[in-house]
């Protein structure tokens, strides 16, 4: 008996589907809710769609959406239903890449009702600036790459809030600036990677007094697909000359501080009462690493080795330096936590006492809750990996004194 269908629709259709063919009824939408775009609506009639037989490769297109008939007679088989916007760029201002595809099995004689949801196919960069930075680098042009096509924004397009699209792809940042102080040049290169379809990623741009761009941090929200990039451009502290009349004050090295120490002891110790005898731990939610380092004569240098199985943490920590590596095979990452000022804040802001408070310091805490159950979510640092901080302080009597702290990710 022949199977008759009605199809309600704009216009009520007869289809018969009493032969061997088989037909697609598509309904086509797009999931932009949890991706807020200053772009123009999105019109899903002129999406492009592609229907493919997985067994020999068959293809039909339609170059809109609103070209597709309200069923598309197919022969019997597999096929994969693929949506996706019109217009698609490597790099381009507002303009988001939706798109998605669904896999589905026709019948003789049946109809298959098929819905395709599209979801951002690529990337989103958009800038925030601090008044430090607006008030220190008067000028500046920042140019983004996925290492196919660049895209430039001016310091007024960033100050307006333009935001770019990209294919995904490792991102490449490169910053051109003039101080308000002097107008001298300043400039920054440095790469995102890790990145994924989906990602808003949000550079804030910062800067010291008068500073040279050295360094950048990265801080990912892994409840979200939105990451936040800070750029910090630290600068040098300028010291007036005592009776320079021309105006133009330049730079001067300062002194070497007073320190507060005896000047006499060279005992430098670290106590960490949860564990005296430094054994490595597993890392753990809520654990406590609280240890106090202890040099009477007062600290002079203070530097942290970190070494771990993962690259990808290394090349995290490293990014938390004045010369950061992302880039080939890195054995291990320095921080200096009185000399680096990019460590210096980036590890206070972790909790750490740094800089100007450990010169001189004859007793200081070294409290790396906050930092160590990070591990296992940051920089791709799986389970059953090990991590080692080495702590080497010197004092001012250049006394050296160095402790290895291990931890591990279990494997559960």
Request: proline share 5%; glycine share 8%.
């Amino acid at each position: 008996m022949a199977a008759v269908l009605v199809f309600a629709g704009c216009n009520e259709r007869t289809v018969d589907l009493s032969g061997n063919m088989g037909s697609l009824s598509l309904d086509l939408s797009y999931d932009g809710s949890d991706y807020i775009t200053r772009a123009a609506s999105v019109d899903v009639d002129d999406f492009s769609i592609s229907i493919v037989r997985t067994s020999d490769g068959w293809t039909k297109s339609y170059a809109k959406y609103s070209d597709v008939p309200q069923l598309i007679e197919l022969a019997p088989g597999a096929y994969t239903i693929t949506a996706q916007s019109a217009e698609v760029q490597p790099a381009a201002f507002d303009q988001p890449v939706y798109g998605g595809s669904v896999e589905c099995e026709i019948v003789a004689g049946e109809v298959v009702p098929l819905q395709i949801i599209c979801t951002l196919q690529n990337m989103k960069v958009s800038f925030v600036t601090t008044e430090k930075f607006s008030s220190e680098i008067i000028d500046y042009t920042v140019t983004v790459s996925n290492g196919i096509a660049p895209l430039v924004w001016k310091k007024a397009e960033i100050e307006a809030g333009a935001e770019g699209y990209f294919s995904v792809g490792t991102l490449e940042i490169h910053i051109d600036g003039y101080r308000a102080v002097d107008n001298s040049e300043v400039t920054f290169d440095g790469i995102i990677e890790n990145v994924a379809a989906r990602d808003h990623h949000i550079i804030t741009l910062d800067a010291a007094v008068t500073g040279a761009v050295q360094s950048m941090s990265i801080v990912v929200d892994l409840a979200t697909n939105d990451k936040t990039t800070d750029i910090f451009i630290p600068g040098w502290e300028e010291i007036p000359v005592p009776g320079d009349t021309t105006g133009k004050d330049e730079p001067v090295e300062p002194e070497d501080p007073e320190l507060p120490g005896d000047g006499n002891s060279s005992e430098v110790t670290l106590s960490w009462p949860e564990n005296p005898s430094l054994d490595i731990v597993d890392i753990h939610d809520g654990m406590s690493v609280s240890m106090t380092v202890t040099a009477p004569a007062g600290i002079k240098d203070f530097i942290v080795t970190v070494t771990s199985d993962t690259q990808g943490f290394l090349e995290l920590v490293s990014l938390m330096t004045s010369n950061p590596q992302s880039a080939g095979n890195i054995e291990s990452v320095e921080l200096d936590l009185i000399n680096d000022q990019a460590a210096v804040s980036s590890m206070r802001g972790i909790g750490l006492t740094t800089g100007e408070d450990l010169v001189g310091a004859t007793e200081v805490p070294f409290e790396l809750s906050n930092l160590v159950p990070m591990i296992p979510s940051a920089g791709q640092a799986g389970p059953d990996t090990y991590h080692y901080f080495t702590l080497t302080v010197t004092d001012v009597n250049g006394e050296t004194s160095s402790w290895d702290l291990g931890f591990h990710v279990p494997a559960n």
